[in-house]
T-cell receptor
Framework: KQEVTQIPAALSVPEGENLVLNCSFT??????LQWFRQDPGKGLTSLLL?????REQTSGRLNASLDKSSGRSTLYIAASQPGDSATYLC???????????FGSGTQLTVLP | SAVISQKPSRDICQRGTSLTIQCQVD?????MFWYRQQPGQSLTLIAT?????????ESGFVIDKFPISRPNLTFSTLTVSNMSPEDSSIYLC???????????FGPGTRLTVT
């Protein structure tokens, strides 16, 4: 059974810092991995989707990497802003599974 | 990306009653999913709803408690039946254009059962 872990559970940084969020998964036979952000009391916003054959994806100030063999993904946020404050969730689709398996998230606070 | 709306956005319901949540997508999609997010927790898949077939429920979720309809490729409903305070959660609808594609989420329905 796939398990997804996100460390740290919470992170607070001053505005302007570059930061890395971590996601690890137990079964490396994944189909793809998706990063989301969730604002308090709201739905999820898709940030990046990485297919199993890809090493990284970039969107604006965000860069996500994938290392299947080690069961890890990172989300790099450059020049953080207070508007980046949210919970960031990593989700993995394993093999032919119909569902995404979610991590518990990293709650990010960017201080002005 | 798909634009998804949910109704209602929030509701407060009494124990023993039922609530139907609607999910509308602005384009035709193959896969629709219903998730539950309990307070302070991550997301748990309730069921997958595909048009023209019965919903497929995950372990721990049953049709009698969470009946789902999927009448066409842009719409689905989830009913939370015979509610108890333990059903207080955010319920989220999500879609994929086809299996394995990027998944998009609606804004969620915040349910409080008293």
């Amino acid at each position: 059974k796939q398990e997804v872990t996100q460390i740290p559970a919470a992170l607070s940084v001053p505005e302007g810092e570059n930061l890395v969020l971590n996601c690890s998964f137990t079964d490396s036979a994944i189909y793809n991995l998706q990063w989301f952000r969730q604002d308090p009391g709201k739905g999820l916003t898709s940030l990046l989707l990485i297919q199993s054959s890809q090493r990284e994806q970039t969107s604006g100030r965000l860069n996500a990497s994938l290392d299947k063999s080690s069961g890890r993904s990172t989300l790099y946020i450059a020049a953080s802003q207070p508007g980046d404050s949210a919970t960031y969730l990593c989700a993995v689709r394993s093999g032919s599974a119909r569902q995404l398996t979610f991590g518990s998230g990293t709650q990010l606070t960017v201080l002005p | 990306s798909a634009v998804i709306s949910q109704k209602p956005s929030r509701d407060i319901c009494q124990r023993g009653t039922s609530l139907t949540i609607q999910c509308q997508v602005d384009s035709q999609v193959t896969m629709m999913f219903w998730y539950r997010q309990q307070p302070g927790q991550s997301l748990t898949l309730i069921a997958t709803a595909n048009q023209g077939s019965e919903a497929t429920y995950e372990s721990g979720f049953v049709i009698d408690k969470f009946p789902i309809s999927r009448p066409n490729l842009t719409f689905s409903t989830l009913t939370v039946s015979n509610m108890s305070p333990e059903d207080s959660s955010i319920y989220l609808c999500s879609v994929e254009e086809d299996w394995g594609y990027e998944q998009y989420f609606g804004p969620g329905t915040r349910l409080t059962v008293t």
